[in-house]
């Protein structure tokens, strides 16, 4: 049985113990065809906008003077209905619930049978008039296509990632971001696994303006990638010879993998020799591209690698693209986080994450400018998916 252990602002967080074997989708067999459908039918997600410098104390300061709203906001089927009519209300209530989502961040749609499976997901969210686009991670194949027909990407549900808590991150990698998202509950999983949410204006509003204003000058970068390199260790003298070469070489080969600029940086962790792969210094607040108000828009909680050891301690090795997604942050000039804002950003994080048992059916829509996600440890057979949208 998992051992659970409590977290601050939260639902418990489970330990799991049993190994874990993934599925032939997880590793990547049988997604040839799924992605090149995906492709025929998506555009690339839309360019990260970051809009003008602000001051993030000012911005800081007009949160607090607001009255947020509820957190998600909720939507329960009115009435027992058939498909068609269930299609028919999104139809009709569009604007209604588009506009709860901009003034939210989030709706929690639940208690519909539409959307227990892709084709009646599909119908809902093209109900609303949201436009898909591919996954962020779509061009290195982060992420197993459910059905590119239909739009919809697996969420995190592979077994060896079931231990992993996967930290809150709004959805963007180097110079792309999704708008929008829905996450679709096809079956939960038996124990755990919650879908979870926080707010980037109720994080910017809790943080100290101190912190804000130090790492919104500073700014900071995300290490995307990490490749192990011990064997430079044992090159005695050819070592400052091959470091620059290999630099070289693996970036482009990185560049050619992904559509956004990285720079390399040889660095240790726990004492081995690591080459990261580095994304260019970006702010950790921004305006609203739409609302222009102001949000936290940094995956910290997700990347840092000091967060994540400490939720998760050692972990079974995963599979696929996961192997060589081991991310870090830094600062924008490649120095090190305080042990101390890493601590505070965690402490204000997990005060404001809503944990989410969706059931099957539900669906999470969320502004992802705004609205941070995550999802919780499990066990047993989890089936969450999700489509971006531009």
Not at 93 to 102: C, G, V, Y
Not at 196 to 201: H, K, N, S, V
Not at 228 to 242: A, E, H, I, N, R
Request: with cysteine; charged share 30%; proline share 6%.
């Amino acid at each position: 049985a998992p051992a659970i252990s409590r977290r601050a602002g939260g639902a418990p967080a489970l330990r799991m113990q049993q190994a874990t074997v993934d599925r032939a989708q997880d590793v990547g067999e049988g997604q040839a065809d799924e992605r090149k459908a995906a492709e025929l039918l998506m555009q690339p997600c839309p360019i990260t906008v970051w809009g003008q410098e602000i001051d993030p104390v000012e911005a800081q300061n007009k949160v607090k003077n607001m009255q947020l709203p509820e957190f998600p906001k909720k939507l329960e089927r009115p009435s027992q209905m058939d498909l068609e009519a269930e299609e028919k209300y999104f139809k009709d209530n569009k604007e209604a619930i588009l506009a709860d989502l901009e003034k939210h961040g989030a709706v929690y749609i639940k208690g519909f049978d539409l959307m227990k499976e892709p084709m009646g997901f599909e119908a809902f969210w093209k109900a609303l008039d949201m436009e898909a686009c591919l996954d962020p991670l779509h061009s290195v194949a982060g992420r197993p296509v459910v059905s590119g027909k239909n739009a919809v990407y697996e969420a995190v549900n592979k077994p060896s990632r079931s231990k992993f808590f996967v930290g809150m991150h709004n959805e963007m990698v180097g110079k792309r971001t999704v708008t929008r998202a829905a996450f679709v509950c096809f079956k939960s999983a038996e124990v755990g696994g919650e879908f979870i949410i926080t707010d980037g204006m109720r994080i910017l509003r809790d943080l100290k303006p101190d912190f804000l204003k130090s790492w919104y000058e500073k700014k900071v970068r995300f290490s995307s990638a990490q490749l192990p390199m011990g064997f430079m260790d044992k090159t005695g003298p050819l070592q400052p010879v091959l470091e620059p070469v290999l630099k070289s070489v693996l970036g482009a080969v990185v560049d050619m993998k992904v559509d956004f600029e990285v720079e390399m940086f040889w660095n240790r962790v726990n004492g081995e020799r690591v080459i990261q792969a580095h994304a260019p210094p970006q702010p950790p607040v921004i305006p609203h591209p739409d609302t222009g108000l102001p949000t936290w828009f940094c995956n910290v909680h997700s990347h840092s690698a000091k967060l994540r050891d400490e939720r998760d301690g050692v972990l079974p090795e995963t599979t696929g693209a996961s192997k060589l997604n081991k991310s870090d942050v830094f600062h924008g000039d490649g120095s090190e986080l305080s042990e101390a804002d890493l601590t505070h950003v965690d402490e204000i994080i997990r005060k404001n994450m809503e944990y989410v048992a969706m059931k099957e059916g539900d669906v999470m829509l969320i502004d992802n400018y705004r609205t941070m996600h995550g999802r919780n440890v499990f066990e047993g057979t989890r089936k969450h998916a999700v489509t971006w949208f531009k």
